[in-house]
Structure formats: structure tokens, C-alpha cells
């Protein structure tokens, strides 16, 4: 298999479970550190999942540029002779942001007010960031097999071309 | 890469427009968002230069709408085209699921189309991917001014691989959306093309890889796609282990009485990054309770760049004078002082115990024996 076949290979999946398994860890973090919102997104910048208070900001662009702050530092990392400098703080007046690297491929937002400090965000993020690691290594074992539902919902992708065809037209004709 | 979650109902993918500066990238962009439906469109977001030309990259998520039972979304970015800004382009361009190549189709622009489709080809290599097996379209832009580039003349130059091409251009919207339609069914095509239906990529969330995503040629011993599924299980320890929790909380201690912006070093404490980056800043961060050691491992490098002037050496001299006294000191932290303050009242209060059954042993001897 070329490189480029195994990196094709390498997209993102995450099943129903696996969420539900993600979901609760970032709750549990939420309780415990106090802030009002965490989200995982991959390094792409596409939101994977989301938990506590709903932002009215919109979550694909904050994701976007989260990943894009992120990549730049890790550039900067490079440059200063650092592996990768694995987590990020941005502070505002009232509103900040907490970004650590989760594994390889994902970053944890946080998104918290003066209703908590940094010191405990950080806290209980690295304890999060442990137990997220720990559970994608838990779900990549479990991939070697995946269950009835995996398979299922990995079928109903096959349409995925055949039913384009008629959205795209519907969208994109007439412009 | 393309993102399939089952859970949220979503599939994600990463179009980039790519092209030499000014070729029509950021035009292009903000037709589509124009002409795009309300209720489809995210907010176009961009990272420029005063001067508008794109610092970073221009952004707008696009929804495609429900295709087989999935709520299909791709995000829509440009590169900076000029030459200078190669490692932001290389960011950008990281994990992209389709591309699509805006040449300019003016006379004079010729050898920067070609440079831009070099440098696309060469960024994408050091990614460890191939230009001619990722989803790729091109538009021929500014066909509306006097006297462009013959198609033939185009096509030979810049289009070996025979992929789709479109007559655009940027300014009036003409081919702009078409180009777009063509390679979103290229991208979706290409998402069910891999022979391997269950797919994981979850798995590189336990394995950092060992080299950067993004390297400079120089260095690039590795490309990016050793960071695949096949990589070795050897670098997963080094990946869970995570960052021990009282440095973390030191540095967060730390952090807080720093700048508005850290980035705390893997495995180390924030204090090293802002040091690293910021030499200057250490005096003047004051008795934040952060260990010696890192504040010196930063000396050498800080002494190696450049030619010391003399008032960089009296900050060296400072600096080293404050980790010196730092290092004597006990730990800043009050409950160490008292900790080993204790002990050394406990160590005395044994001596003193001790010393007083010798002399009480020396004296009840004398007193039995009567010497």
C-alpha cells in the first residue's frame, strides 16, 4: 500500500458509541473544572463533538482557526527545536480559551469565563486529555471488529456517490 | 481527511484553493459565499494582510445539504499564493480532500502558474502524498481579460494528469461554481473509493508521530504518513504518558502571571516556552513560583545566536544570579519551607534527647560506681 493509499485510509471515523463514550468524559471535565463549553475537534478543523452551553459564535469557524492557530505553533515548536508545544491559552477580558493536543490528531477547545480560574481548567484538562487517550486506544482496539452498527452505517455510505448527484445539481446549477 | 461522524451524522471534508498570489483565489472564494444560499453558508473568515492579501487562509464551511442520510459538509479554504509564505501555505494545505488550482490566465503569468503547480506537487510529497491521486480540478481564471493564455498553451504546460478544467473567472463568477461542483463529486466520490470500508484513523489519536506533520525538506526524514495507522506501537507510550500533573499546575500557576498567550512546551512547564521565546521577559516575570532549571536549560541557546551585546550580557549575568539564588533557596512554594523546617527542628530535638541520656548515663554511673 503507497503512502499516499494509507493516509486515504487514515479519515476519521467515529461511531455512535464512541461518541456517547467521548461525550461523558467531556461532561464529567465540564463538572469538575467549571468551565462552559469543550470541544473536540480534529486537526482538520472539523468539529467532532461538543458538550456544555451551546456558543452563539458559529463552531465551524472557531474550529478552523483553532486548528489553524494550533498548526502554526506547532510550527513555532518545530522551529524552536520542541517535539510540538501541546497546549495553547488565549485570555481575554472575560471570555478565554484553553487548547491542549489530545493524541496525535485531535485538540480539546475549552471555552471558560472568570467562573472558574486557568489552574483549575488545567487541571482537570490534563486528567481529561489521559482518559481520552486511553479511550481512543480502548475504541482502536475494538476497530479490528467492528460491530453490526459500524458495518451498517459504513453500507449506507456506499450510495454516497449516487446520491449526490442530485444535490449537488440542486445546489450548484444555476449559479 | 475527510471526518465520518456517525454520531453527529456528518461527513467533513477540506477543499483548498491553491494557486500563485493574486491568480483569483480569494475572489473565487468570496463568489461562492455570495452566490451560495442562505442556510448553506457559514461565515467567510480571513486571516490577511492590511493590504488584503491572505496572511494565512481565507475560510468559509459550506453545507452541501443530507446525501444518503448524511449531513455532508466541506470547508472551503485558500492559501497565501506568494512564494514568501510557503510554510503558512503548507498548514493550510495539510490534510486537504480536494484542491482546486486557480491559474491566472494572463500572458506574463505563466512561469508563477508553473512555479505554484511545482510547489503544490513538491509541499504535497513532503506530506507523503501524490498530486495525481488526490481529487484535483483547475480553473483557467480571468478568461474576461483581453488576450489571455491559449487553452492548448495551458493545458500542455500546466495540466499533465488530464484533470477537470474550467474557463472562470473570479470577478464576474463565470465557471466558479462549476469547478466547485466538479470536485465535491470527486471528493465524495473518492470517500467510498478506498477498498477498506471500516475505516479507523481514531487509532493516531494514541500515537503521536515522531516527526512533525509539516517539516522543512531539509529535515523531513519522515513524512507525515508514517503518522498512519501502520506506525508502530512503539510511540504509543510516549503518548499516554501524560504531562505529570504538578508540573502542569505549576505551570498553570505560572501561566497566569505571564502573558495573555502561552504555549506550554510537551512534557515540560510553560515557563520554558515563554523563556524560550521571550529571554528578555524572564526578569521581569518576577518571583512567580517556577523552578531554576528550566529558566537556565535556555541559556546556552539564548547565548548561541547571536553576538552578546553588553547589556544582553548583564541580563545573562542577572538571570543566571536569580537561577543561582532560585536553586539555593529552598523550593518557593510555603509548604516545602515548612516542611523542611520541621525536619530540622525534629533532627534537633533528637540531638538534644540523645545528648541528654549520655550526660544522664555518665552521671548515674558515677553515682552507682562512686567515681
Redesign the interface.
Known amino acids: 500500500m503507497s503512502k499516499d493509499q494509507q493516509l486515504r485510509d487514515d479519515r476519521l471515523v467515529f461511531y455512535r458509541n464512541d461518541l456517547g463514550r467521548i461525550d461523558r468524559v467531556l461532561e464529567e471535565f465540564l463538572r469538575l473544572a467549571g468551565a462552559s463549553t469543550v470541544l473536540l475537534i480534529d486537526k482538520e478543523g472539523h468539529m467532532i463533538t461538543q458538550a456544555g452551553k451551546v456558543p452563539s459564535f458559529n463552531m465551524d469557524t472557531i474550529s478552523a482557526l483553532v486548528a489553524g492557530s494550533f498548526s502554526a505553533t506547532r510550527e513555532m515548536a518545530r522551529l524552536l527545536g520542541e517535539k510540538e508545544f501541546s497546549a495553547l491559552y488565549h485570555q481575554g477580558e472575560r471570555d478565554n480559551i484553553q487548547l491542549s493536543l489530545v493524541g496525535d490528531r485531535t485538540i480539546l477547545t475549552v471555552l471558560f469565563d472568570d467562573s472558574t480560574t486557568l489552574g483549575m481548567v488545567r487541571l482537570y484538562v490534563t486528567e481529561a486529555v489521559r482518559k481520552l487517550e486511553d479511550l481512543f486506544v480502548e475504541i482502536c482496539r475494538g476497530r479490528s471488529d467492528p460491530n453490526a452498527q459500524g458495518r451498517a452505517d459504513m453500507d449506507d455510505l456506499a450510495n454516497i456517490k449516487n446520491s449526490a448527484k442530485d444535490t449537488l445539481d440542486a445546489l450548484f446549477d444555476g449559479n | 481527511?475527510?471526518?465520518?461522524?456517525?454520531?453527529?451524522k456528518e461527513?467533513?471534508c477540506?477543499i483548498v484553493y491553491y494557486g500563485p498570489g493574486l491568480s483569483g483565489k480569494t475572489t473565487s472564494l468570496e463568489v461562492v459565499h455570495q452566490?451560495?444560499?442562505q442556510g448553506?453558508k457559514?461565515?467567510l473568515?480571513s486571516?490577511s494582510t492590511d493590504g488584503d492579501r491572505t496572511l494565512?487562509?481565507d475560510?468559509m464551511?459550506l453545507d452541501?445539504?443530507?446525501?444518503?442520510?448524511?449531513k455532508?459538509?466541506f470547508?472551503l479554504?485558500t492559501v497565501p499564493g506568494q512564494v514568501y509564505y510557503n510554510?503558512?501555505r503548507k498548514?493550510?494545505l495539510?490534510?486537504a480532500d480536494g484542491i482546486i488550482f486557480v491559474a491566472d490566465s494572463t500572458p506574463g503569468r505563466m512561469e508563477d502558474n508553473q512555479q505554484s503547480m511545482d510547489n503544490l506537487a513538491e509541499n504535497l510529497t513532503e506530506?507523503?502524498?501524490?498530486v495525481n491521486?488526490?481529487p484535483l480540478v483547475i480553473q483557467w481564471n480571468k478568461r474576461d481579460l483581453p488576450n489571455p493564455v491559449p487553452l492548448a498553451e495551458l493545458e500542455a504546460k500546466l495540466n499533465p494528469n488530464k484533470v477537470p478544467t474550467f474557463e472562470t473567472s473570479a470577478k464576474t463568477?463565470d465557471g466558479v461554481?462549476?469547478a466547485?461542483?466538479s470536485i465535491?463529486?470527486l471528493v465524495?466520490?473518492?470517500?467510498?473509493s478506498?477498498d477498506?470500508?471500516?475505516?479507523?484513523?481514531?487509532?493516531?489519536?494514541?500515537?503521536?508521530?515522531g516527526a512533525?506533520?509539516?517539516?522543512?525538506k531539509a529535515t523531513a526524514s519522515e513524512?507525515?504518513?508514517?503518522?498512519?495507522?501502520?506506525m508502530p506501537d512503539r510511540d504509543?507510550g510516549k503518548?499516554?504518558r501524560?504531562?505529570p500533573?504538578p508540573a502542569?499546575?505549576a505551570?498553570?500557576?505560572a501561566?497566569?502571571s505571564g502573558a495573555?498567550?502561552?504555549?506550554?512546551?510537551?512534557?515540560g512547564a510553560?515557563a520554558k516556552?515563554v523563556a524560550?521565546?521571550k529571554p528578555a521577559a524572564a526578569p521581569a516575570a518576577g518571583p512567580a513560583p517556577r523552578t531554576a532549571e528550566p529558566v537556565a536549560a535556555t541559556e546556552p541557546?539564548a547565548a548561541s545566536r547571536a553576538p552578546m551585546t553588553e547589556s544582553k550580557a548583564a541580563l545573562k549575568n542577572e538571570m543566571q544570579q536569580m537561577a543561582q539564588k532560585r536553586a539555593e533557596k529552598p523550593a518557593a512554594s510555603g509548604a516545602a519551607t515548612h516542611a523542611s523546617s520541621g525536619n530540622s527542628k525534629m533532627f534537633a530535638f533528637m540531638a538534644l534527647g540523645i545528648l541528654a541520656g549520655a550526660v544522664a548515663a555518665v552521671v548515674a554511673a558515677k553515682l552507682l560506681l562512686g567515681f
Open positions: 481527511m475527510v471526518q465520518i461522524n456517525f454520531a453527529r461527513i467533513n477540506k452566490r451560495t444560499p448553506h457559514g461565515e473568515t486571516i494565512f487562509f475560510f464551511p452541501l445539504g443530507t446525501i444518503a442520510g448524511m455532508v459538509k470547508h479554504y510554510s503558512t498548514l493550510v495539510l490534510g506530506m507523503g502524498r501524490e491521486r488526490l463568477g461554481f462549476q466547485l461542483k465535491s463529486a465524495l466520490e473518492d470517500i467510498n478506498s477498506r470500508k471500516q475505516a479507523g484513523g481514531i487509532q493516531n489519536n494514541a500515537k503521536r508521530a512533525p506533520a509539516v517539516q522543512s513524512p507525515a504518513g508514517a503518522s498512519s495507522g501502520s504509543a503518548v499516554l501524560p504531562v500533573t502542569r499546575t505551570a498553570a500557576a501561566a497566569t495573555t498567550a502561552t504555549a506550554t512546551a510537551q512534557g510553560s516556552a524560550a521565546t541557546r
